[in-house]
């Protein structure tokens, strides 16, 4: 199994559409006020946005970058607003954090091999 799609819920998909646009990606569907999809720039993976009222609601996005610092700097330069700066967790992921205009947390982030295979990870059981 392999994650395709996140859909988060905005109350103005305008606004988002605006916002996920700076980030870098790409729509495939514009069904504009309801529903919108995006192609991701790496990994063929898709993200949309459903129009309602929920303001945000725990919702956490997280996209990976190889150059993290260096897209974090270029959308600065084009006027998106980070809650954070690029910083190293004790995760080992270092992360960027922002908030999209539906009040949903964005974490920019590298962790490299330690995404999937972290020094704690657990050992596979049998099958």
């Known amino acids: 199994m392999r994650l395709n799609q996140v859909t988060v819920t905005m109350p103005d998909l305008d606004a988002g ?3 996920y646009r700076r980030l870098g990606l790409t729509p495939i569907v514009d069904a504009r006020p309801r ?3 995006f192609l991701c720039p790496d990994g063929g ?3 949309s946005l459903h ?3 929920v303001n945000g609601g725990g919702t956490t996005v997280y996209f990976e970058c190889d150059d993290l610092d260096q897209t974090v700097s270029r959308l600065i330069e084009g006027g998106v607003l980070f809650a954070s700066a690029p910083e190293d967790k ?3 992921w270092r992360e960027a954090e922002l908030f999209d205009p539906g009040g949903n947390r964005i974490v920019l982030y590298f962790a490299g091999a330690n995404r999937t295979d972290p020094p704690w990870r657990l050992d596979r059981a049998p099958e």
Do not use: E, N
């Open 17 to 19: 559409w605006a916002f």
């Open 35 to 37: 529903y919108a999809r």
């Open 45 to 47: 993976s898709t993200f």
């Open 51 to 53: 129009q309602g009222d």
């Open 90 to 92: 004790s995760w080992r």
